[in-house]
């Protein structure tokens, strides 16, 4: 097997089950015994063959809005190659979590943020995000989820008991490199306040808070 891009990790596995939606197909892999879902551009496989690919980005509780199925664990590649060499023309870069799909990144200490603009319902922030993107805010509210080392950071989303669910406007997330969080926690969560913001592969969030402290 050769290898064009060593600063990327690596992988050769047997297709298991594939499927195609909205531009991407879906591929159920077997590796070394251990099996876990890829996902890439829309790619003709047929279940049996043996595909090479790099790891790219790992992510947690990825929900496909056109398969209507969430995957608990799906790691995102940008080309495969037939059999046991790998792609050679991919412009694939090292895995941001750093490791393999069965492991995690490591915590990183969280950035020094200036002092926060105000403090802030997460109804008011969505409705004054044009006036607050870019700038730190505060939010003080309960962790109802929070998805661990996925691309290097937690995942945490904060609700406060304002907004509506029907509205999407009820919680918003946080992404921090901080630990010691949990789901339950009183928090009061501290950030800068992004908008529209994408990830690739169809995880786009409307409002994401990154950079994010937190002290109970």
Do not use: C
């Amino acid at each position: 097997m050769s290898d064009n891009n060593p600063g990327a990790i690596a992988h050769t596995a047997t297709v298991m089950e594939t499927m195609s939606s909205a531009g991407y197909t879906y591929i159920r892999v077997e590796e070394k015994g251990k099996t876990f879902w890829i996902a890439l551009p829309e790619t003709q496989v047929s279940v049996g063959e043996k595909v090479s690919f790099y790891e790219q980005m790992l992510m947690e509780n990825f929900t496909s809005k056109s398969l209507n199925r969430t995957f608990d664990r799906i790691l995102f590649v940008e080309a495969i190659n037939r059999g046991t060499d790998l792609p050679t023309k991919a412009k694939a870069k090292p895995s941001p979590n750093i490791k393999s799909p069965e492991q995690h990144a490591e915590a990183q200490n969280p950035k020094e943020l200036a002092a926060p603009v105000g403090r802030f319902t997460i109804k008011d922030i969505f409705e004054k995000k044009d006036d607050l993107v870019g700038k730190v805010i505060e939010v003080k509210g309960k962790i109802s989820k929070l998805s661990s080392q996925i691309m290097g950071r937690d995942w945490v989303h904060i609700e406060d008991g304002t907004g509506a669910k029907q509205e999407n406007n009820n919680k918003i997330i946080f992404r921090t490199t901080q630990v010691g969080l949990a789901v339950g926690d009183e928090v009061v969560g501290k950030g800068v306040l992004y908008v529209n913001k994408d990830f690739g592969y169809g995880y786009f969030y409307p409002l994401i808070i990154e950079d994010a402290v937190f002290s109970k």
